[in-house]
Nanobody, 125 residues
Framework: VQLQACGGGLVQAGESLRLSCTASGDSLSSAVVGWFRQAPGKEREYVAAIQWSNARTDYADSIKGRFTISRERVRRTVYLQMNSLKVEDTAVYYC???????????????????WGQGTLVTVSS
């Protein structure tokens, strides 16, 4: 599976942004696709995950209620809609996939086999 992430940019606090992650290659039927982020000087952290087959989702507490993960089957794309952005959301955002997984048990980096290249989100005050 190859992943291509895009959609990052510079926004002001309180604004919204939508990231996209498009997958190519093998089937996603049993896959979990997740988003992680890495802020400057910090370790990469889990953001959200979605089960491709049934669209069930899981979120990190830090973004719950502000971010929404979704998927579009035909486009083989997973989205991360980010609303009410905060300065502390500034990070490089990565999408990742594991061929077979459980959406509510895929919060560690080492559970994912495939990674996109990252897209930078900068939130200014």
């Amino acid at each position: 599976v190859q992943l291509q992430a895009c959609g990052g940019g510079l926004v002001q606090a309180g604004e919204s942004l939508r990231l996209s992650c498009t997958a190519s290659g093998d089937s996603l039927s049993s896959a979990v696709v997740g988003w992680f982020r890495q802020a400057p000087g910090k370790e990469r952290e889990y953001v959200a995950a979605i089960q491709w087959s049934n669209a069930r989702t899981d979120y990190a507490d830090s973004i719950k209620g502000r971010f929404t993960i979704s998927r579009e089957r035909v486009r083989r794309t997973v989205y991360l809609q980010m609303n009410s952005l905060k300065v502390e959301d500034t990070a490089v955002y990565y999408c990742a996939a594991v061929a077979e997984g459980d959406y509510n048990n895929c919060i560690r980096e080492d559970e994912y086999d495939y990674w996109g290249q990252g897209t930078l989100v900068t939130v200014s005050s």
